[in-house]
């Protein structure tokens, strides 16, 4: 199927910048934690990080859906921090809970010398991560799961093809039709 139109030229004439720099990771690794909390940061993703990133730093998160981490490269990270402010007045009580929700146990990792990098303790206690984990790209971040976790959530074909028309099909003329 071919995109067209001028509602899509508009949209990518609006958009480019923002996803232009925007780093895409692409596939799932199984890794191990070593004693201290550390994993070797797979080559792969290394090599598919966006020039403009700071490509040794990540902010980890536990996901707001999901029982796993959430690892954001730094430029990621501060493009998620930019979509939060330009929605979220810090004077607003509800908007604050958020905040301090969104930011509880944020932490900041640098890969070290060995491509390593070290997750605090905290995080992988919150989410029942031990000592195999799968790092799974997904756009511009990387979802870290305990692994018996990630192999039990896998959607069943039928399910997953519905979902996705659900959620891709049709096209972009359809919204003209309405």
Same mark, same amino acid.
């Given at each position: $199927?071919?995109?067209? /139109?001028?509602?899509?030229? *508009? @949209? %990518?004439?609006?958009?480019?910048? @923002?996803?232009?720099?925007?780093?895409?990771?692409? #596939?799932?690794? !199984?890794?191990? *934690?070593? %004693?201290? /909390?550390r994993l070797m940061f797979p080559a792969a993703f290394k090599k598919q990080m966006s020039s403009s990133?700071?490509?040794?730093?990540?902010? %980890?998160?536990?996901?707001?859906? +999901?029982?796993?981490?959430? %690892?954001?490269? $730094?430029?990621?990270?501060?493009?998620?921090?930019?979509?939060? &402010?330009?929605?979220?007045?810090?004077?607003?009580?509800?908007?604050?809970?958020?905040? &301090? +929700? @969104?930011?509880?146990?944020?932490?900041?990792?640098?890969?070290?010398?060995?491509? &390593?990098?070290?997750? !605090?303790? &905290?995080?992988?206690? *919150?989410? #029942?991560?031990?000592?195999?984990?799968?790092?799974?790209?997904?756009? #511009?971040?990387? +979802? $870290?799961?305990?692994?018996?976790?990630?192999?039990?959530i896998r959607e069943p074909e039928d399910d997953f093809a519905a979902l996705a028309e659900k959620i891709? #099909? /049709?096209?972009?003329?359809?919204?003209?039709?309405?």
């Open positions: $199927m071919c995109i067209s /139109g001028i509602k899509w030229e *508009l @949209f %990518v004439y609006f958009y480019k910048d @923002f996803f232009e720099d925007m780093t895409t990771f692409i #596939g799932d690794y !199984p890794c191990k *934690l070593d %004693v201290k /909390g990133s700071e490509p040794d730093k990540f902010v %980890v998160k536990k996901d707001i859906y +999901e029982k796993c981490l959430i %690892v954001y490269p $730094m430029d990621e990270w501060d493009r998620q921090m930019n979509i939060i &402010r330009s929605k979220i007045n810090p004077y607003n009580k509800e908007h604050n809970r958020f905040l &301090r +929700e @969104f930011s509880r146990g944020v932490a900041e990792v640098v890969i070290d010398n060995a491509n &390593r990098l070290l997750i !605090p303790k &905290r995080l992988l206690d *919150l989410v #029942g991560i031990e000592k195999e984990i799968v790092l799974a790209g997904q756009m #511009g971040k990387i +979802e $870290m799961w305990d692994k018996n976790v990630y192999d039990q891709l #099909g /049709g096209s972009i003329t359809d919204e003209d039709k309405k």
